[in-house]
């Protein structure tokens, strides 16, 4: 067998691969988090709790009406979006005015009761999510074999990212998001319904990371500490990045991922935390994040 | 000033004499979880800084004092200070990191630290892991009380909190205590004004993470034991909620949301995830509805007395 510095081809890859599927839910999440936080000022630490609740709606979709994945992966989403109008229009609306602190306490108790809520019924151990039989197997690469399903999470997120940078940055659409972020009032004086689109923002950030839950589900064990898990990671993947640029927080999170993955093979004790240790060098190095400007 | 100083009476009073009339051993859990709101209201209350980390001081300093109670064979109020030490090493460090970046930036890089601290904890040999460290010995204070009698535990728990409480007092109320308000409330005006806001922001930082360093090592000397839980982020949430729901920026709040949440948690443990939901419930309906928070709102009603 190959190796490169010890360690088997084959491992380092595998672990690079995870590391970049990490990575693509990391970018997916934290963009999320990024567009929310331009718009509507409110860090949505929510945002794990809402990834986890589309991966349990895409298992409950499979296991009690037998909906299957690609259903589910369209599905799932726009419920959580739903969700996401819902707590717009009824709680955050109310705290426009207020510190930002406020936002972020809210959310911390929708995540509460949601992950409460999720554990109430399922408990906290896992369930496995069936893979989809056009996923199963690998394709033989050469140096690595590489699973189909994880290609295929790669591959969308990568896509979903591109995508959701192209619309902010390059169409009309996002011209306007951006003018309702820089300057709502004068946004407002050209007759765009601003509420409006701060609550379609706010569902599109979560649906983002409800469609996150679903692709998720067949790779980790659906269970309601899931969103926790990540979220904390994400939090330190936006605090490296900053939340200024997209194409930023996409950059940050597949990095990171991939730099987790690494220390998975060459010094697996700190692989939990080296995220955190990145970001405390970053502080250190450059307070406002690699991409950040202060707000 | 008469109305307060006799209210204080009254609450000393009922300290005194509450084993007489509840267990001590919840009162003292009470006690601890109040001082650990204390400490962490200290910064956001009264220095507008929201950590969500504060659980490293409190877990941390637990893990420290029971080893130092078990393996060291330290006295109690000696692995007490060693718990307390440890935290305000952590929260130089950590304090120095975070105040780097303001607002909501500052509260997600406090998360994060203590996530590390966290992980640290799961992993490092002296904390065993899952199991915690069980069964610390509260020994005999300064080698000579004998701690296992739980009134006798709950009367040293109450002095320690008396003093930290009293300690808290004197820092809001004095000039330092001044300027941190000054900062809570205009940060840029408080920097054009002369003061070196980080360093101000650094040393509220470090007594805060004490302080719930403190409340952690009394808790681990007082119930002998130590375990993940105290370290993790929802214990970092609890202690927000305690003081949203006791009253931000008042003194006696944080008292008062500490002895509600853990009277709450004494009926719903055997409800499990029930916890959680409340909790979160709690926290939603506080934010949109109960900013002030209870003590807050007597205060409000009653025009600026407490």
């Not at chain 2, 805060?208 to 929802?234: C, R």
Request: positive net charge; aromatic residues 12%.
């Amino acid at each position: 067998m190959t190796e490169i510095f010890g360690i088997p081809t084959a491992a380092l890859f595998g672990q690079l691969l995870l590391g970049l599927v990490n990575g693509s839910f990391y970018a997916i999440l934290s963009l999320g988090l990024a567009v929310i936080f331009g718009m509507l000022n409110i860090v949505n630490f929510a945002h794990g709790a809402l990834y986890m609740t589309g991966a349990f709606f895409a298992w409950m979709l499979l296991n009690y009406a037998g909906i299957n994945y690609w259903y589910a992966l369209i599905l799932a989403p726009a419920a959580v979006g739903l969700i996401g109008v819902l707590i717009e229009k009824t709680m955050l609306r109310w705290l426009h005015q207020l510190d930002h602190l406020y936002g972020l306490l809210l959310t911390f108790g929708l995540a509460l009761l949601l992950e409460g809520v999720f554990r109430e019924f399922y408990g906290s151990s896992g369930m496995p999510y069936e893979l989809p039989a056009v996923f199963r197997g690998a394709f033989d690469v050469g140096f690595m074999m590489l699973p189909k399903y994880r290609a295929w999470v790669v591959v969308v997120s990568l896509f979903l990212c591109l995508f959701t940078w192209y619309v902010i940055e390059k169409t009309k659409l996002g011209a306007y998001l951006r003018a309702g972020t820089e300057n709502p009032n004068l946004v407002k004086a050209f007759g765009i319904n601003v509420p409006l689109m701060v609550t379609l923002t706010y569902a599109f950030g979560v649906g983002l990371a409800g469609l996150a839950g679903v692709m998720a589900a067949p790779i980790y064990q659906v269970s309601p500490l899931m969103g926790s898990n990540i979220i904390i990671v994400v939090f330190a993947v936006v605090v490296i990045g900053g939340m200024g640029s997209i194409l930023g927080s996409i950059i940050t999170g597949i990095a990171l991922g991939l730099i987790e993955g690494l220390t998975k093979v060459f010094y697996a004790e700190i692989s939990s935390t080296v995220v955190f240790i990145i970001m405390a060098i970053v502080l250190m190095v450059r307070p406002a994040g690699l991409f950040g400007r202060e707000k | 000033m008469n109305a307060s100083r006799a209210l204080y009476l009254a609450l000393l009073a009922l300290l005194l004499a509450a084993p007489f009339v509840g267990y001590p051993i919840f009162l003292m859990k009470v006690l601890c979880f109040a001082l650990f709101a204390c400490a962490f209201n200290l910064l956001i209350g009264f220095t507008g800084l929201l950590s969500f980390g504060h659980a490293m001081f409190f877990g941390f300093a637990a893990y420290v004092s029971g080893h130092a109670a078990k393996v060291w064979g330290l006295t109690p109020e000696l692995a007490i200070l060693s718990g307390t030490v440890c935290a305000a090493g952590i929260g130089l460090v950590t304090g120095w990191l975070a105040v780097r970046r303001q607002g909501i930036y500052f509260a997600m890089v406090t998360l994060a630290l203590a996530q590390m601290i966290y992980f640290v904890c799961v992993q490092a040999p002296f904390t065993y892991a899952e199991d915690g460290i069980q069964s610390i010995p509260r020994g005999k204070l300064l080698g000579l009380v004998d701690l296992k009698d739980d009134t006798t535990m709950y009367y040293v728990v109450m002095v320690i909190f008396i003093a930290a409480f009293a300690l808290i007092y004197r820092i809001i109320h004095s000039p330092f205590g001044q300027v941190l308000k000054s900062i809570r409330e205009n940060e840029p005006r408080a920097l054009s004004l002369g003061y070196n806001v980080d360093r101000y922001k650094l040393l509220a930082f470090v007594l805060s993470g004490t302080l719930a360093g403190l409340a952690g090592a009394t808790k681990a000397i007082a119930f002998g034991l130590a375990t993940l839980t105290d370290v993790g982020w929802q214990m970092s949430g609890e202690v927000v909620l305690m003081t949203l729901l006791g009253g931000m920026g008042t003194l006696l709040g944080p008292v008062l949301g500490a002895a509600i949440i853990v009277t709450m948690q004494n009926y719903l443990a055997n409800l499990g995830s029930l916890v959680s939901i409340v909790m979160g419930a709690t926290f939603v309906v506080c934010v949109l509805l109960f900013r002030r928070g209870i003590v807050g709102e007597i205060a409000h009603r009653w025009g600026k007395k407490a």
